[in-house]
């Protein structure tokens, strides 16, 4: 009988914590479904994880267009592989006071950060149901829980997925669909190089994605018949 491996989809999965998770899982024994925006960054990486002989499958998409969302994702699902966990990943950071912040980049950034995963949850929904129940890991942040001065705006759209994630878990858990956070303090991935975060950072002290990857794993693994809710994981150094 052919081995029916377990099914990650992971947004965000072209670099970072993302691509870090998706070699973790690929050699865990998980067939992948990935998306982000760069294809050919989704590509190097699916020819990169051929060694683990999964099945690896990409999109190109962009979660800040809301109208791509459902179509991207039911093309990227059509293909035969059905995720039983779904990461929600892909995140964008913006620095500057709430005072300045453009109308536009708050907007932005809560479609990335919020609705984008909203979306997601809704597309993916009625095949996690199907298949009798599943998971969500959602990556918040240390932010959500804190008030960070020039990080007000990705604070708040932390702090509003978290009660997304509850609110959704409560509703969910009926179909046996478990819904999680991921609390994260300072990792050291390119996001501390984007053109809207300003500041200097000791990217030394702060979290390695092999280590990310390693806890969503373990969430990932865990027995149906219990969920980790949240799990937080900082630098030994704390919050930097
Ligand atoms: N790094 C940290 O210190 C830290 C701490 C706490 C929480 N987190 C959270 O962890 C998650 C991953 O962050 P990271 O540090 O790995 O960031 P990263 O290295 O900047 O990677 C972000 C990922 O999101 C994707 N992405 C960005 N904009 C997108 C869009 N419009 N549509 C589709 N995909 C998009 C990127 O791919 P493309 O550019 O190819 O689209 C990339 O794969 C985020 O939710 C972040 O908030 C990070």
Redesign the pocket.
């Known amino acids: 009988m052919p081995d029916k491996a377990p099914v990650a989809l992971i947004?965000?999965?072209?670099?970072?914590?993302?691509?870090?998770t998706a070699h973790k899982f690929a050699n865990a024994g998980y067939d992948l479904l990935l998306?982000?925006?760069?294809t050919s960054?989704?590509e190097a990486l699916a020819k990169a994880l051929a060694h683990s002989g999964r099945r690896i499958e990409f999109i190109?998409?962009?979660?800040?267009?809301p109208d791509t969302i459902a179509p991207g994702l039911a093309d990227l699902c059509s293909r035969g592989l059905t995720p039983a966990v779904v990461i929600?990943?892909?995140?964008?950071?913006y620095t500057g006071s709430l005072a300045e912040t453009p109308l536009e980049q708050w907007q932005q950034l809560m479609q990335?950060?919020l609705s984008?995963v909203f979306q997601v949850c809704q597309s993916l929904l009625p095949l996690l149901r199907q298949a009798g129940g599943g998971q969500i890991i959602n990556?918040?942040?240390?932010?959500a829980h804190n008030a960070f001065p020039e990080w007000g705006a990705?604070c708040v759209s932390?702090a509003a997925l978290v009660s997304l994630s509850r609110c959704l878990a409560v509703e969910e858990r009926p179909f046996g669909i478990r819904v999680s956070t991921l609390?994260?303090?300072?990792?050291?991935?390119?996001?501390?190089e984007?053109e809207n975060v300003h500041g200097t950072f000791d990217r030394r002290a702060?979290?390695e994605?092999e280590r990310?990857a390693d806890a969503l794993l373990y969430m990932a693994q865990g027995p149906a018949t219990s969920v980790v809710e949240d799990l937080t994981l900082m630098p030994a150094a704390g919050a930097l």
Request: a neutral charge; zero cysteines; hydrophobic letters at 50%.
């Open positions: 947004t965000g999965a072209s670099r970072g914590i993302g691509a870090a998306l982000a925006r760069s960054d989704l190109g998409l962009d979660l800040a267009e929600n990943n892909a995140g964008v950071a990335l950060n984008a990556v918040s942040s240390h932010a990705y932390k609390t994260l303090g300072a990792v050291n991935t390119p996001l501390w984007s702060m979290i994605v990310v």
